[in-house]
């Protein structure tokens, strides 16, 4: 029963390799307990207990750890990267049809509660799909 644990940590690991995110190495950890434990014992209910036992124990363990590294600095995306910029207004933004607003370089369709005129710029707030949803720039 050793053989079946070795191979299934052995998927867990290039599991693991092949993905950017942890996924799998806590199972990983739990398959070489359980391999450990197959060479004691030869109940297979002995063997998934301690296969869980240990992959609950390492993932609980390495919690913390975990969100330390995956907390790193988010780098925006070519979508949100406008957001909190200033961009002017190409076509008059009325509260009940959308309007233009280049930001960036780039022309948006936007939408805001407020009618923005033509020349005026505007904090980009959030997108709304793939309209901007915008306000005028406090001066």
Known sequence: MSLYWFILFLILIFIELITVNLVSIWFALGAIGAMICACFTSFLWVQVVVFLIVSIISLIATKSFVKKVRKGAVVPTNLDRVIGKVGIVMKKIESDS??????????WTAVSDQPIEVGEKVVIKKIDGVKLVVLKEEK
């Open 98 to 107: 959308y309007g233009e607003v280049k930001v960036l370089g780039t022309v």
